[in-house]
């Protein structure tokens, strides 16, 4: 069975100050996504991740993919209101016979306070 | 403007109902997606499509089903034999497919409940 943890689920942090998000996995991957849904609304693509190493940068948020321990992380530089919101780590895999699985994270609600 | 639309945006079924629920796109892509999200979770596959006339079962594609007659069109029919339906429903797009790595474009969302 295909399985995604993030942590923490929520994060209460305060403006200005620095955060990593974590998302582990529990088997080979080379496709991993992180997306940003914000309360009540769709998601947004943010970033993908496609071989071991990748790093990924927009704005205040870098993304990266460690394949061998299974890990990406995202991390907030210098955090603003803004960002507040659910973020979620995902991948895909395939599965054979032209046919992918998808798994996602619970998703880790991040909260900025001033 | 390019986008990706879904509606209704509220759509409530009564007991033994079948439903449909809408999506387009004007993004000339040819990848779209089905998936389900419930409160506090992530998003679930339904089905997916690479191309035309052609659609694979996510992993929860039991109680649903989907068309792929025009490339711009990718409607979902949630059955009678769907037990559980009340979720939001959230369609995507994307050029090619998102295993591959393509970015995925999301659609608003459609709030599906049972009366």
């Known amino acids: 069975e295909l399985k995604v943890e993030q942590n923490p689920l929520f994060l209460s942090m305060q403006e200005g100050k620095n955060y990593t998000i974590y998302c582990n996995y529990s088997t080979t991957s080379d496709r991993l996504y992180w997306y940003r849904q914000d309360p009540g609304k769709s998601l947004e693509s943010l970033f993908v991740?496609?071989?071991?190493?990748a790093v990924k940068q927009e704005g205040r948020l870098m993304a990266s993919l460690d394949t061998k321990a299974r890990l990406s992380t995202l991390h907030i530089t210098a955090a603003v209101h803004d960002l507040s919101a659910t973020y979620f780590c995902?991948?895909?895999?395939?599965?054979?016979?032209?046919?992918?699985?998808?798994?996602f994270g619970k998703g880790t609600k991040l909260s900025v306070i001033p | 403007d390019g986008g990706i639309t879904q509606s209704p945006k509220y759509l409530f079924r009564k007991e033994g109902q079948n439903v449909t629920l809408s999506c387009e796109q004007n993004l000339n892509h040819d990848a779209m997606y089905w998936y389900r999200q419930d409160p506090g979770q992530g998003l679930r596959l339904i089905y997916y499509s690479q191309i035309v006339n052609d659609f694979q079962k996510g992993d929860i594609a039991e109680g649903y089903s989907v068309s792929r007659e025009k490339k711009e069109s990718f409607p979902l029919t949630v059955t009678s034999a769907q037990k559980n339906p009340t979720a939001f429903y959230l369609c995507?797009?994307?050029?090619?497919?998102?295993?591959?790595?393509?970015?995925?474009?999301f659609g608003p969302g459609t709030r599906l409940l049972v009366l």
């Open positions: 995902a991948f895909w895999k395939y599965s054979g016979a032209g046919s992918y699985q998808l798994t």
């Open positions: 991740l496609l071989s071991n190493g």
């Open positions: 995507a797009s994307s050029l090619g497919l998102a295993g591959d790595g393509e970015t995925q474009y």
